[in-house]
């Protein structure tokens, strides 16, 4: 009987990866997650080029965060439970102008989420 793999990695999402139809196109399920936000961050939208990204998402602009450094500034989002795999998947949907950093949030936990490149 296959082992379910761990689900040992925390993926913050603010933008697209919280819509089902995308999780279900790049993870092959639907995702349970917490609401959380994203402390000293300040969200804007970014023009995306990739077709493939676009015709998932159904949407030419999404949502990009950046550093601000000031704690008044906060992006709500969800916190989900994902493996190392369906991390890797995330990774392959993003485009080049996201990388994959480790942020502090309002709960006091800690997760990956995608910010400005």
């Not at 793999?5 to 993870?27: C, M």
């Not at 990204?53 to 949502?63: L, R």
């Amino acid at each position: 009987m296959p082992t379910e793999p761990a689900h040992d990695q925390r993926l913050f999402s603010y933008g697209t990866l919280q819509n089902p139809d995308v999780q279900r196109a790049t993870f092959g399920r639907v995702l349970h997650g917490e609401a959380d936000a994203l402390v000293g961050y300040r969200r804007s939208l970014l023009k995306i080029e990739d077709a493939q990204v676009v015709a998932t998402s159904g949407q030419a602009y999404h949502p990009i965060v950046e550093r601000s450094d000031d704690a008044a500034d906060s992006v709500a989002g969800t916190v989900f439970a994902i493996s190392a795999e369906e991390l890797a998947r995330a990774d392959a949907y993003e485009v080049d102008d996201y990388r994959r950093v480790e942020a502090a949030l309002a709960s006091g936990g800690r997760a990956w989420v995608y910010v400005r490149a």
